[in-house]
């Protein structure tokens, strides 16, 4: 029994290892395609585009994802991808949206349908969990190795444009309308800050603990989500308590 225990651990570490980094690469194939879709496909015209592809080679994302990546925000080889957004309710009742990348809808709407179906959760019409977002502009600076207070951080933010910022142990979290993020990104970047995060996201006005009973199908659901090739981004209001694997 313990040398199951033992396996049963390890892979239990593992798996959780494997959605950590499947989450990092969605979230690096989306910044990939928003730096393509809105700039020069040619990294070396993009820098935008250029940082996030320095970003994908450090995450050892490998070289067919970012491809993959740029081609879709390109239509390269024929394919033409549409920006699809699902919205539902997991397990417990927690608003979910699913924002997918997509050649095929009626495939993906099946995928991300059976997904919530398989969690016990339901996917709802449009507009049924949006009003619980905010779509704002995100921009996230590390704190490691950063010589800067909270006050100083905050008046560079303002300056640039930003509307508040917030602080954890780790890092800066800058906030902004939409339509500054950009100019908001660009501003930071040229007073020599090196940004882990820039991108335009959905925020829920409030979060939603997941009960205890439901954390094993709402981790499912978010894991199911975040295999489908076709899922670019899900943003999600709920909150899993004493979680070692919620960072």
């Keep these: 029994m313990s040398g199951h225990s033992k396996w049963h651990n390890i892979q239990g570490r593992k798996n959780a290892q494997d959605a950590k980094r499947g989450k990092i690469f969605q979230k690096i194939s989306r910044d990939l395609y928003q730096a393509a879709k809105t700039g020069d496909p040619d990294p070396a015209n993009n820098p935008q585009l250029r940082l996030v592809i320095d970003k994908a080679h450090a995450a050892n994302m490998p070289k067919k994802n970012i491809q993959r990546a740029i081609e879709k925000a390109t239509g390269a080889g024929g394919a033409k991808f549409e920006e699809v957004t699902y919205e539902g309710y997991g397990p417990g009742g927690v608003a979910v949206m699913v924002f997918a990348l997509t050649d095929n809808k009626n495939r993906t709407a099946a995928a991300v349908r059976s997904a919530f179906t398989h969690s016990g959760g339901s996917l709802g019409a449009s507009g049924s969990v949006s009003y619980m977002f905010d779509r704002k502009g995100l921009i996230e600076i590390l ?16 300056d640039a444009g930003a509307e508040d910022m917030k602080a954890t ?9 939409p339509s500054d993020m950009t100019s908001v990104r660009d501003a930071l970047q040229e007073q020599g800050y090196e940004l882990d995060t820039a991108e335009v996201t959905m925020i829920p006005q409030n979060t939603t603990v997941v009960p205890s009973d439901k954390v094993s199908q ?21 909150v899993i308590e004493d979680d070692d694997d919620a960072e």
């Design 218 to 238: 709402y981790k499912h659901l978010i894991d199911e989500l975040t295999d489908n090739d076709d899922v670019a981004d899900i943003y999600e209001a709920g």
């Design 143 to 158: 704190r490691g190795g950063l010589d800067k207070s909270e006050d100083d951080m905050l008046m560079d933010a303002l």
């Design 169 to 177: 142990d780790d890092k800066f979290q800058i906030f902004t309308a």
